[in-house]
Nanobody
Framework: QVQLVESGGGLVQSGGSLRLSCAAS????????MRWFRQAPGKQRELVAG???????LYGDSVQGRFTISKDSVANTVDLQMDKMKPEDTAVYYC??????????WGRGTQVTVSS
């Protein structure tokens, strides 16, 4: 059974930092690209950051230079370090695992709130 469990969400002031973590079980980590998405109220889910099986990374335009994605392939975790946070970063953040042949798994999400 595949499980993705997010942790680390919470309330932070504008300019502050949070670190999210996603623990994956039931998958062979090396076969999957791991990504973080977020969804704010009334908005579509958007890609925040991703990291491929060989460690290549990509970021959404709105977080480039502020957020950093990393993974631990032994512990099967993927983290999202969020710095210089803004109120517009407020959203539910979701962990996603996608394989090259289309397998797609989601966590249940963790709330991040940035106060101004």
């Amino acid at each position: 059974q595949v499980q993705l469990v997010e942790s680390g969400g919470g309330l932070v002031q504008s300019g502050g930092s949070l670190r999210l973590s996603c623990a994956a079980s039931g998958i062979f980590f090396g076969r999957y690209a791991m990504r973080w998405f977020r969804q704010a109220p009334g908005k579509q889910r958007e890609l925040v950051a991703g990291i491929g099986s060989v460690g290549d990374t990509l970021y959404g335009d709105s977080v480039q230079g502020r957020f950093t994605i990393s993974k631990d392939s032994v512990a099967n975790t993927v983290d999202l370090q969020m710095d210089k946070m803004k109120p517009e970063d407020t959203a539910v953040y979701y962990c996603n695992a996608r394989s090259g042949d289309g397998e797609d798994y989601w966590g249940r999400g963790t709330q991040v709130t940035v106060s101004s």
